[in-house]
């Protein structure tokens, strides 16, 4: 029994950072986001010798409390992380999230990839083959706003595009709303269209091809978009307006009518109570909670309510990093997952190899846990120099 239910005796936190291939400009209402990304990390170990690591967010004091419990009151056979290591909005800036180093722990305890575990847990069947999981490129913000030309602009994007496609990509999001904030509307309405259809044609006819919005049209705004690439077959359109269930009603019959295909897709940062009812009546096609700030316990519970509805799921986690190498794991325990949001980067000391885009898809390592490798020497300065390190 204490060789499969170890007690955590340390705790090891810090922030890494690294570099994007390029850097992100702008969204609908942000400025630019630049190259670096900061993801958190902590390294949980056990009496057995036993580790498990994955991103993470606590302060010292939160941490010391975890300090001697046993595996299984903090991770749960049947229902995941316990309530105090997985995240709670409710909480404002006080959660706690260590649960992903505890999935980590525990699937390497099984000799098994995380996604088996979630797939028990969601009571569905553990892929017999590796699990392969849709992707798309998330890079390509508003780099434009320096260049006065729409068709120089919106060569510039498709550029990007195709930067995407030449590392393995074959689906994109693009970011859109320039007239909500950096340019006068007219003009950054025509620039979006300019835009979508560059990349478009960049991409090839093939390619799922995403808008995002962030909140910058209204509903109108979003109708005339819609129209006026219809021919470019546009996948989903995400955040078209701060959440509102009569537009959304509006929205979608007026989809109908025009015998578009395109899906919505909201649930990004601070959603409305109502979303998941909304999206319960098919008002909201693609749920998109963020994976770091819901958690991965928590959309195991969503994705059993999506399933049931028969809607679909796609984790937001831009500017998270390890959001790459987490979210696909719930592809086994969620039917309705569409993608995974690929936000490439790279952190000096944590070795991604074992995740390869390749034609639009992404492999899942079958390795123990979440399939990643640190190098030990890195990970020590950091925890040293960045974080802390509790134990007992």
Same mark, same amino acid.
């Given at each position: 029994?204490?060789?499969?239910?170890?007690?955590?005796?340390?705790?090891?936190?810090?922030?890494?950072?690294?570099?994007?291939?390029?850097?992100?400009?702008?969204?609908?209402?942000?400025?630019?986001?630049?190259?670096?990304?900061?993801?958190?990390?902590?390294?949980?170990?056990?009496?057995?010798?036993?580790?498990?690591?994955?991103?993470?967010?606590?302060?010292?004091?939160?941490?010391?409390?975890?300090?001697?419990?046993?595996?299984?009151?903090?991770?749960?056979?049947?229902?995941?992380?316990?309530?105090?290591?997985?995240?709670?909005?409710?909480?404002?800036?006080?959660?706690?999230?260590?649960?992903?180093?505890?999935?980590?722990?525990?699937?390497?305890?099984?000799?098994?990839?995380?996604?088996?575990?979630?797939?028990?847990?969601?009571?569905?069947?553990?892929?017999?083959?590796?699990?392969?999981?849709?992707?798309? %490129?998330?890079? =390509? @913000?508003? $780099?434009?706003? *320096?260049?006065?030309?729409?068709?120089?602009?919106?060569?510039? &994007? #498709? +550029?990007?595009?195709?930067?995407?496609?030449?590392?393995?990509?074959?689906?994109?999001?693009?970011?859109?709303?320039?007239?909500?904030?950096?340019?006068?509307?007219?003009?950054?309405?025509?620039?979006?269209?300019?835009?979508?259809?560059?990349?478009?044609?960049?991409?090839?006819?093939?390619?799922?091809?995403?808008?995002?919005?962030?909140?910058?049209?209204?509903?109108?705004?979003?109708?005339?978009?819609?129209?006026?690439?219809?021919?470019?077959?546009?996948?989903?359109?995400?955040?078209?307006?701060?959440? %509102?269930?009569? =537009? @959304?009603? $509006?929205?979608? *019959?007026?989809?109908?009518?025009?015998?578009?295909?395109?899906? &919505? #897709? +909201?649930?990004?940062?601070?959603?409305?109570?109502?979303?998941?009812?909304?999206?319960?009546?098919?008002?909201?096609?693609?749920?998109?909670?963020?994976?770091?700030?819901?958690?991965?316990?928590?959309?195991?519970?969503?994705?059993?309510?999506?399933?049931?509805?028969?809607?679909?799921?796609?984790?937001?986690?831009?500017?998270?990093?390890?959001?790459?190498?987490?979210?696909?794991?719930?592809?086994?325990?969620?039917?309705?997952?569409?993608?995974?949001?690929?936000?490439?980067?790279?952190?000096?000391?944590? %070795?991604?190899?074992? @995740?390869?885009?390749?034609?639009?898809?992404?492999?899942?390592?079958?390795?123990?846990?979440?399939?990643?490798?640190?190098?030990?020497?890195?990970?020590?300065?950091?925890?040293?120099?960045?974080?802390?390190?509790?134990?007992?």
């Amino acid at each position: 029994r204490r060789m499969n239910n170890p007690r955590i005796t340390r705790i090891e936190w810090a922030r890494l950072e690294g570099t994007r291939p390029r850097p992100a400009g702008s969204n609908a209402r942000l400025g630019p986001h630049g190259s670096i990304v900061r993801p958190s990390i902590a390294r949980v170990t056990c009496d057995d010798g036993s580790t498990g690591i994955g991103p993470a967010r606590l302060t010292r004091e939160q941490a010391v409390p975890l300090l001697g419990q046993r595996l299984d009151t903090l991770l749960l056979a049947d229902e995941g992380a316990a309530r105090a290591v997985r995240p709670d909005a409710t909480a404002g800036d006080s959660w706690v999230s260590l649960e992903y180093p505890l999935w980590d722990l525990a699937a390497k305890m099984a000799g098994a990839p995380v996604y088996s575990l979630a797939a028990s847990v969601a009571g569905r069947k553990s892929p017999t083959e590796p699990l392969r999981v849709r992707c798309y %490129d998330t890079s =390509l @913000y508003i $780099d434009d706003l *320096d260049i006065a030309d729409d068709g120089d602009a919106a060569k510039l &994007i #498709a +550029d990007e595009a195709r930067q995407g496609y030449e590392r393995g990509h074959r689906n994109c999001k693009i970011k859109v709303g320039r007239g909500a904030r950096h340019m006068p509307l007219e003009q950054g309405t025509r620039r979006d269209v300019a835009v979508i259809r560059a990349v478009r044609e960049a991409m090839g006819p093939d390619a799922i091809v995403m808008i995002d919005a962030n909140n910058g049209y209204n509903l109108n705004l979003a109708k005339r978009v819609l129209l006026e690439t219809g021919d470019c077959d546009i996948y989903w359109l995400e955040e078209p307006f701060h959440e %509102d269930g009569v =537009l @959304y009603r $509006d929205l979608q *019959d007026w989809i109908g009518k025009q015998g578009l295909s395109v899906q &919505i #897709a +909201d649930g990004e940062g601070q959603a409305s109570p109502s979303l998941l009812t909304w999206a319960s009546e098919g008002l909201i096609d693609v749920v998109q909670y963020d994976i770091q700030a819901l958690g991965f316990t928590r959309w195991l519970e969503i994705g059993k309510q999506v399933d049931s509805w028969g809607g679909s799921a796609a984790p937001h986690h831009y500017g998270g990093f390890f959001g790459n190498f987490t979210s696909g794991h719930l592809a086994a325990a969620i039917r309705g997952f569409e993608a995974i949001e690929w936000d490439e980067a790279t952190v000096p000391g944590v %070795d991604t190899s074992a @995740y390869q885009v390749r034609e639009g898809w992404v492999e899942m390592p079958t390795a123990p846990g979440f399939g990643l490798e640190y190098d030990e020497a890195m990970l020590e300065r950091a925890f040293a120099e960045t974080g802390f390190d509790v134990s007992v």
